[in-house]
């Protein structure tokens, strides 16, 4: 069974980098799906944050695009979120998720999602 | 980018009763239009894929209409653990976007 567990720290001070690791256990992550982050601020709805196929091809919300990096690290089955200069509007429970993608000519959702971690940016 | 509008805000309903949530696209995202239930404290949970199409153990009262711009998820008679937040998101094009949310809530 599918699951994706995010760690990483859940203080970071204002203007650092945060940095995020999604750990998927239960299928391999050069499988053939997106891997994504997406975020959700306290109060508020989801936002993508970016996501990114095993094979290079990575999105990135533009919102974020000069900020933002996901890598994916197929030895470890890891995918990872580096997100630099980060401000208060950065705090956000982040959550990992696997695309699943078009098959069959069906686009079938965020199909299977981490239970999310809480990152509070300090002054 | 596509920018997808949902409404209402809020839904105050009582059990029992039907909910109908729209999800608007500024643009055609043909099929390609998901819904997610969210509760809070939890991860979003996939409800249906490919506009219509119910995920993995979704039970028949929600059901999800609609193509190309307009877009509508019905919850025939809603149960007490129903009431919760709904997304509608598209990734017919890059970037992927999330409607703003409908709350339904107990009324």
């Known amino acids: 069974q599918l699951q994706l567990q995010e760690s990483g720290p859940g203080l970071v001070k204002s203007a650092a980098t945060l940095s995020l690791t999604c750990t998927v256990s239960?299928?391999?992550?050069?499988?053939?799906?997106?891997w994504g982050w997406i975020r959700q601020p306290p109060g508020k709805g989801l936002e993508w944050v970016g996501s990114?196929?095993?094979?290079?091809?990575?999105y990135y919300n533009s919102s974020l695009k000069s900020r933002v990096t996901i890598s994916i690290d197929p030895s470890q089955n890891q995918f990872s979120l580096k997100l630099t200069s980060v401000t208060a509007a950065d705090t956000a429970v982040y959550y990992c998720?696997?695309?699943?993608?078009?098959?069959?000519?069906?686009?079938?959702?965020?199909?299977?999602w981490g239970q999310g971690t809480t990152v509070t940016v300090s002054s | 980018e596509i920018v997808l509008t949902q409404s209402p805000v809020t839904l105050s309903l009582s059990p029992g009763e039907r909910a109908t949530l729209s999800c608007r696209a500024s643009?055609?995202?043909?099929?390609?239009l998901v819904w997610y239930q969210q509760k809070p404290g939890q991860a979003p949970r996939l409800l249906i894929y490919?506009?219509?199409k119910r995920a993995t153990g979704i039970p028949a009262r929600f059901s999800g209409s609609g193509s190309g711009t307009d877009f509508t998820l019905t919850i025939s008679s809603l149960e007490p653990e129903d009431f919760a937040v709904y997304y509608c998101?598209?990734?017919?094009?890059?970037?992927?976007?999330f409607g703003q949310g409908t709350k339904v809530e107990i009324k």
């Open positions: 998720a696997r695309d699943r993608g078009i098959i069959d000519y069906r686009y079938r959702g965020l199909d299977v």
């Open positions: 239960g299928e391999t992550i050069t499988s053939g799906y997106y």
């Open positions: 990114s196929y095993y094979s290079g091809n990575t």
């Open positions: 643009q055609s995202v043909s099929s390609s």
């Open positions: 490919d506009a219509s």
């Open positions: 998101q598209q990734r017919s094009n890059w970037p992927l976007t």
